[in-house]
């Protein structure tokens, strides 16, 4: 509650934004939805792809796609 009351949000959605915005940033660089699930602790893809989905309202394959396209 004080770091909430302190910062604005709980710790939950904070280290859910930290995670989430590395995610994007891997994604971003070239790795693959896989290889960005594993390396922030994901247990499989799965889970990942829908906790990003939730967060970004988009796939990461599909934010992968349009980054490879732009480039």
């Not at 859910?16 to 790795?31: D, S």
């Not at 994901?42 to 990003?52: E, L, N």
């Amino acid at each position: 509650q004080i770091y909430r009351s302190a910062v604005g949000e709980t710790l939950h959605s904070y280290f859910l934004r930290i995670r989430m915005e590395k995610a994007r940033q891997l994604l971003r660089e070239g790795c693959t939805v896989t290889e960005t699930a594993m390396l922030l602790g994901y247990s499989t893809v799965h889970p990942f792809s829908r906790a990003y989905k939730t967060y970004f309202k988009v796939n990461p394959s599909r934010e992968r796609m349009t980054v490879k396209a732009g480039k």
